[in-house]
Nanobody
Framework: QPVESGGGLVQPGGSLRLSCAAS????????IGWFRQAPGKEREGVSC????????YYADSVKGRFTISRDTAKNTVYLQMNSLKPEDTGIYYC??????????????WGQGTQVTVSS
């Protein structure tokens, strides 16, 4: 199961880096996605990095502000979030997909980490 960390409270315009670490399996071979759920809203996909090739995908709402990356030595995927806005507030989840493609179904969910953007 993936484990997220790095959430917290940040002012608008600030930055946070979320981490998704795995044990018992190698993240490199699977697509890894970041999702978020704001209060009263459905969970939505934010970003994904495909297995092996490392192709990246972003929701329109975060393009140019968020960057997903992978450190194979640490078996960890990161989500660097810059220029944060109040609407980025929510619980952020890391999820492993069942295959290399970001269109594969979600296989495992992390427990989530809270991100709050507020002045």
């Amino acid at each position: 199961q993936p484990v997220e960390s790095g959430g917290g409270l940040v002012q608008p315009g600030g930055s946070l880096r979320l981490s998704c670490a795995a044990s018992g399996f190698t993240l490199t071979y699977y697509a890894i996605g970041w999702f978020r759920q704001a209060p009263g809203k459905e969970r939505e996909g934010v970003s994904c990095i495909s297995g092996v090739t490392g192709s990246t995908y972003y929701a329109d709402s975060v393009k140019g502000r968020f960057t997903i990356s992978r450190d194979t030595a640490k078996n960890t995927v990161y989500l660097q979030m810059n220029s944060l806005k109040p609407e980025d507030t929510g619980i952020y989840y890391c999820a492993t997909r069942s295959g290399r493609s970001c269109s594969s179904g979600v296989d495992r969910w992390g427990q989530g980490t809270q991100v709050t953007v507020s002045s």
